[in-house]
């Protein structure tokens, strides 16, 4: 069994589009990131690693999800490609190179690709990805390598509303 998980970022300041990268999260991005991140400590889901976007306000929210997950911030990979932009295949190009010896993988990233990483990965996904929404996809199979869109069933979808 292989799972990943993948979460949009923290709400982030409504300015500074003049450089998108460089956007930080706002407090309620800070919060809502450890409610989540609470949350999965609390129901055993840890990564074995963490991938994210460069971005401030990506790998923000990851480091807080790290913290309260009991990841090594420092062991965050970062990567550029989530920021530019990937298609679905292309994402699942990068999963099939994942390391055989994780079985649970986080990315941190940004819509609307990671709306359709999840509406394109799990069977059935009728829902949205506000900020920190946090999708668990369980793939029935022993290597990244046949990971395939659509074949992922659905563990959870976690978003902050639904602790608030």
């Known amino acids: 069994m292989k799972k990943i998980v993948v979460v949009r970022h923290g709400k982030a300041v409504p300015y500074g589009y003049d450089d998108d ?7 309620r991005g800070k919060n809502d990131a450890a409610l989540i991140g609470k949350e999965l400590n609390k129901r055993n889901v840890l990564p074995d690693l963490i991938i994210s976007s460069p971005a401030k ?3 923000k929210t990851a480091r807080i999800f790290a913290d309260n997950l009991g ?4 062991s965050i990979q970062e990567e550029r490609d989530i920021y530019d932009g990937l298609t679905t295949g292309e994402f699942i190009e990068m999963i099939h190179n994942l390391p055989e010896d994780v079985n649970t993988v986080f990315f941190f990233g940004h819509n609307p690709g990671f709306y359709y990483f999840a509406a394109n990965l799990v069977k059935e996904f009728r829902s949205d990805m506000p900020t920190t929404s946090t999708v668990g996809i369980d793939f029935d ?5 046949e990971v ?3 074949t992922g069933d659905m563990a959870f979808h976690l978003y902050p509303k639904l602790f608030k």
């Open 57 to 59: 306000r990506a790998i």
């Open 21 to 27: 990268f460089n956007r930080d999260l706002q407090d």
């Open 71 to 74: 990841y090594a911030i420092n």
């Open 148 to 150: 395939e869109a659509r």
């Open 141 to 145: 199979v022993k290597s990244w390598k």
